[in-house]
Each structure stands twice: as structure tokens, then as C-alpha cells.
């Protein structure tokens, strides 16, 4: 089993920044891509920010120049900072790695519990 642990939501002000952590634990083989989806109130989920496990980055047009994607190969870890937050980022954030599970060598689409940022003043 691998598990993704979401950490860094909550309340932050219009113009505020926040650094959202994600951890992977468990019988890991390998990880390729990691990436951050978000789910806003009533709407579909959707690709905020996506990074290959050789560093290459890519971002919706709605965070871009506003959202930094990085990775810890070594620590199996995602981060996203957010900075100039607006109320439309409101939504659960969700942490997605593309993986290879030691014990059974199939490789699947693992994710998080979801954490919530709030956009509010």
C-alpha cells in the first residue's frame, strides 16, 4: 500500500501565500510524476500543478507565475507554493503520484485524503 499524506491548508487572505506539503509512505517502488489537483466548491477537479520525476514542471494558466510546484525525490515528497492567492483558489487539494507499489509491481495513480485552502478575508 502507498499513502499520500497532505499537509499546509487553511485560512488565508486574499494576497496571502501558503506551501502546501505532501508525503508518500509505504511499500514504494518507484515514483514517476507527482502533481496537485484541486477541487473548488461545485465544480469538477482539476490539474493545478504537475512535476516528472526529472524536475519538469507544468502548470494551469490560472496559478501560473503565482504557483511553484518541487519535489524531494529523496524525501518522496511534493510541495506547492502558492503566493497572491485569490478566493478562487478555494478548493480541496488533493496530492496525486504516478507509482509503482513494492508489493505488487503494478503501477497506479495514488491520492490523498485532500486538504482545504480557504481564500477569505
Known amino acids: 500500500q502507498v499513502q499520500l499524506v497532505e499537509s499546509g491548508g487553511g485560512l488565508v487572505q486574499p494576497g496571502g501565500s501558503l506551501r502546501l506539503s505532501c508525503a508518500a509512505s509505504?511499500?514504494?517502488?518507484?515514483?514517476?510524476?507527482m502533481g496537485w489537483y484541486r477541487q473548488p466548491p461545485g465544480k469538477q477537479r482539476e490539474l493545478v500543478a504537475s512535476?516528472?520525476?526529472?524536475?519538469?514542471?507544468n502548470y494551469a494558466d490560472s496559478v501560473k507565475g503565482r504557483a511553484t510546484i518541487s519535489r524531494d525525490n529523496a524525501k518522496n515528497t511534493v510541495y506547492l507554493q502558492m503566493n497572491n492567492l485569490k478566493p478562487e483558489d478555494t478548493a480541496v487539494y488533493y496530492c496525486?503520484?504516478?507509482?509503482?507499489?513494492?508489493?505488487?509491481?503494478?503501477?497506479?495513480?495514488?491520492w490523498g485524503q485532500g486538504t482545504l485552502v480557504s481564500v477569505s478575508s
Open positions: 496525486n503520484a504516478d507509482v509503482i507499489s513494492r508489493a505488487t509491481m503494478s503501477r497506479r495513480d495514488a
Open positions: 512535476v516528472t520525476n526529472e524536475g519538469i514542471s
Open positions: 509505504g511499500s514504494i517502488f518507484k515514483i514517476y510524476g
